[in-house]
């Protein structure tokens, strides 16, 4: 708990991080949802409420897996691990201090999205306890499958200079194929394929059947909303997250040894 205070505390006290944090996915909905904001053809809704339910999910993977790729490896570089390593303070301590910052900016990020979507662009809330419960499992499942290989994948670029071209990079292909910024009904079918691969395509698709009518399930790849698919895979990348973590994480950088 106190190290998940003191991370908090850090990425508080460095506010144009906060800032662009936060601002990325809502400058971005508004771009998107300002544009696109004409009727989607027989299914019910505007565009605009489209985006608004895939960026939740994006917000959610920037604020975990991009987040947590690019600046362990800086604190790796910087050898603030290997000083951390050498204290009292018990490894798991690290992790879990991570959990609570990438749990707290994650709810922080969907409710700014949230109040955003709703507000200007047409994003009915969930009115039934079933659409919220539905909601927080995905919620659940999401962060903690993109927050655990987040951690794998800091230990992939060689230093901290290069984390964000190695992290950012597979993070925006993926919003672009797995129906974050152009709807799925016109992505092809080979790159919806490569996208089931990986967490953030379910977990658009798991909102906006949270967030849009039962109508716009016809829009999806199998014309469903999938939900327990969605479970199951993103299940699997929190159990295949965890044993990647085990497997590659290091304390030291390369050059240390």
């Known amino acids: 708990m106190r190290r998940g205070a003191l991370e908090i505390r850090q990425f508080v006290r460095q506010r144009d991080q906060v800032i662009f944090t936060f601002a990325f996915p809502v400058v971005f909905l508004a771009l998107f949802a300002s544009i696109f904001s004409n009727q989607v053809k027989d299914a019910g809704i505007t565009a605009s409420q489209l985006y608004a339910a895939g960026m939740i999910a994006a917000g959610i993977m920037s604020v975990s897996f991009q987040s947590l790729g690019i600046f362990i490896a800086i604190e790796r570089d910087e050898r603030v691990l290997r000083r951390l390593r050498g204290t009292p303070m018990p490894p798991a301590a690290y992790f879990l201090g991570k959990v609570w910052l990438v749990l707290a900016t ?6 700014v999205l949230l109040l955003f979507g709703s507000t200007l662009f047409g994003l009915d809330l969930p009115t039934t306890a ?4 539905d909601f927080s499992w995905i919620f659940v499942l999401g962060i903690s499958g993109c927050a655990l290989p987040g951690i794998a994948i800091s230990s992939l670029p060689k230093s901290g200079r290069s984390a964000s071209s190695v992290v950012v990079l597979p993070f925006l292909v993926l919003q672009f194929i797995s129906g974050v910024y152009i709807p799925v009904g016109t992505v092809p079918n080979w790159l919806l394929d490569i996208s089931a691969f990986f967490p953030l395509k379910w977990m658009c698709q798991g909102f906006r059947g949270v967030f849009l009518p039962q109508s716009a399930a016809e829009l999806e ?3 469903s909303w999938e939900f327990g698919r969605i479970a199951l895979v993103l299940g699997a990348w929190c159990v295949g997250g965890l044993l990647l973590c085990l497997g590659t994480f290091r304390w030291k950088s390369r050059r240390d040894g």
């Open 106 to 111: 994650g709810v922080a990020e969907t409710g």
């Open 130 to 133: 079933t659409k919220w419960l």
């Open 221 to 223: 790849q199998a014309g």
